[in-house]
């Protein structure tokens, strides 16, 4: 069973308005992280935010903010401001606890969203 | 400030050949990993080592070899080359922490003809 969901392949959104990236995810274990990675054309994957399961706030790094509900085992990305270089694949990831030694995270196959000007 | 670097970030390599994939880090990271990118697959684990001297499988492992003599250094061997290893290759590290953020080399675009 797919752990981590990404429903929405492709978004647009105008330029300087907020756009969300949905991303659900599956996991009985109560200890786990989420994160979410941007990866433009230019092909790095770039670290965005993180979010833990026992965290009382959402997550924000500046225009990034992570809606966090667990009791739906969502997780999205709020993009405020968009700019054109968000443009971008978005990948959501999962780590859980008793992932073992290995710590390793679980991914999403990501949404790719265009900003237009 | 490096970081972790990958070489070479270009290959063409031909069925049957071996190729190594070089990964450096300069964060003294205890953990890195081998990650492959395909479309419609997302991000693959293909190999990871919590520290120098200790490996382990990955979902994705058949094919490859990876070592890790130093703590930097965590090259990604194809032994005999395949079509279905043309893929992008992703090396990442990060340290032991509350968060496990895996931080990622720039890739290496791999085919093999």
């Known amino acids: 069973a797919q752990k981590i969901t990404q429903t929405q392949p492709g978004m647009f959104v105008q330029e300087k308005e907020a756009v969300t990236l949905d991303c659900t995810y599956d996991t009985s274990d109560p200890s786990y992280g989420l994160f979410w990675y941007k990866q433009p054309s230019s092909g790095e994957m770039i670290f965005l935010i993180y979010q833990g399961s026992y965290d009382q706030q959402n997550a924000t790094e500046g225009r990034y903010s992570l809606n966090f509900q667990k009791a739906r085992k969502s997780a999205n990305l709020v993009i405020s401001a968009s700019q054109l270089g968000d443009s971008a694949m978005y990948f959501c990831a999962m780590r859980e606890a008793n992932a073992g030694n290995n710590r390793k995270l679980i991914w999403g196959l990501g949404t790719s969203l265009a900003v237009n000007p | 400030d490096a970081g972790i670097t990958q070489s070479p970030r270009y290959k063409i390599t031909e069925t049957g050949r071996q190729v190594t994939l070089m990964c450096h880090q300069t964060w003294s990271h205890s953990y890195m990993f081998w990650y492959r990118q395909d479309l419609g697959h997302g991000l693959r684990l293909i190999y990871y080592?919590?520290?120098?001297?200790?490996?382990d499988k990955g979902e994705v492992p058949d094919g490859y070899v990876v070592s890790r003599s130093k703590t930097e250094n965590f090259p990604l061997t194809l032994e005999s080359a395949t079509r279905s290893q043309t893929s992008v290759y992703f090396c990442?590290?990060?340290?032991?922490?509350?968060?496990?953020?895996?931080?990622f080399g720039p890739g290496t675009r791999l085919t093999v003809l």
């Open positions: 080592s919590a520290a120098a001297d200790i490996t």
């Open positions: 990442a590290s990060k340290e032991r922490g509350p968060t496990d953020t895996q931080y």
